[in-house]
């Protein structure tokens, strides 16, 4: 793709962002970030050999400014975000429902990455009343994701629930089971903690 289709591809999702929530930061950082969506979207990279979040420019910086390294994390849905956190944080808990990309991301991991990242491989289970029960309800453990239609993600979501209350400094959602995740997610984050969920 040449740069000037690039650019208007940008400029059209910017416009639609500043649309959607107008003002002036989000313009300067429309124009700031620009170089860094261009690499990131080139057919050669990806969000884990960036070692970034699969978030917008402007979530990134803002967790840049806000991560300290003592902070322990724990996130729902593995990938470019685990090495960041890893090169950031004391420690990471991690937890993925999908093997292949467990297996992937394992290898990724250096020895010093590996050392600070718990990460569980916790897959779905059939659920045998998946059709009485409603994504967006916290206590059925469900997916609206058409692939994972009839699976459970009650293991996934309570993988949380080993560690003691006000534990963690940060916890992101952005796995399976999103409302689920949510919910138990409160409870595990210290008072002045961060609940980073992803769209």
Same mark, same amino acid.
């Given at each position: 793709?040449?740069?000037? @289709? *690039?650019?208007? =591809? +940008?400029?059209?999702?910017?416009?639609? %962002?500043?649309?959607? &929530?107008?003002?002036?930061?989000?313009? !300067?950082?429309?124009?700031?970030?620009? @170089? *860094?969506?261009? =690499? +990131?979207?080139?057919?050669?990279?990806? %969000?884990?050999?960036? &070692?970034?979040?699969?978030?917008?420019? !402007?979530?990134?910086?803002?967790?840049?400014?806000?991560?300290?390294?003592?902070?322990?994390?724990?996130?729902?849905?593995?990938?470019?975000?685990?090495?960041?956190?890893?090169?950031?944080?004391?420690?990471?808990?991690?937890?993925?429902?999908?093997?292949?990309?467990?297996?992937?991301?394992?290898?990724?991991?250096?020895?010093?990455?590996?050392?600070?990242?718990?990460?569980?491989?916790?897959?779905?289970?059939?659920?045998?009343?998946?059709?009485?029960?409603?994504?967006?309800?916290?206590?059925?453990?469900?997916?609206?994701?058409?692939?994972?239609?009839?699976?459970?993600?009650?293991?996934?979501?309570?993988?949380?629930?080993?560690?003691?209350?006000?534990?963690?400094?940060?916890?992101?959602?952005?796995?399976?089971?999103?409302?689920?995740?949510?919910?138990?997610?409160?409870?595990?984050?210290?008072?002045?903690?961060?609940?980073?969920?992803?769209?």
């Amino acid at each position: 793709m040449s740069s000037s @289709s *690039d650019a208007v =591809i +940008y400029l059209k999702m910017s416009i639609r %962002s500043f649309l959607q &929530r107008p003002g002036l930061g989000l313009i !300067s950082s429309g124009f700031r970030h620009y @170089s *860094d969506w261009k =690499i +990131y979207n080139s057919p050669e990279k990806s %969000s884990s050999m960036e &070692r970034l979040p699969w978030i917008t420019f !402007s979530a990134i910086d803002h967790l840049k400014k806000i991560v300290r390294p003592e902070m322990t994390v724990f996130e729902y849905g593995s990938g470019g975000s685990t090495l960041f956190w890893a090169s950031r944080v004391k420690k990471i808990i991690s937890v993925e429902h999908d093997k292949g990309w467990f297996e992937r991301m394992r290898r990724e991991m250096s020895d010093a990455v590996a050392a600070k990242v718990q990460y569980l491989l916790i897959e779905p289970v059939k659920d045998a009343h998946f059709g009485t029960k409603n994504f967006e309800n916290p206590d059925d453990y469900i997916s609206s994701g058409e692939h994972f239609a009839g699976k459970n993600f009650e293991a996934y979501v309570k993988s949380i629930d080993r560690y003691p209350d006000s534990h963690f400094d940060i916890i992101v959602v952005d796995g399976r089971a999103r409302p689920s995740c949510i919910k138990h997610s409160i409870p595990k984050l210290k008072r002045d903690g961060w609940l980073v969920v992803d769209n």
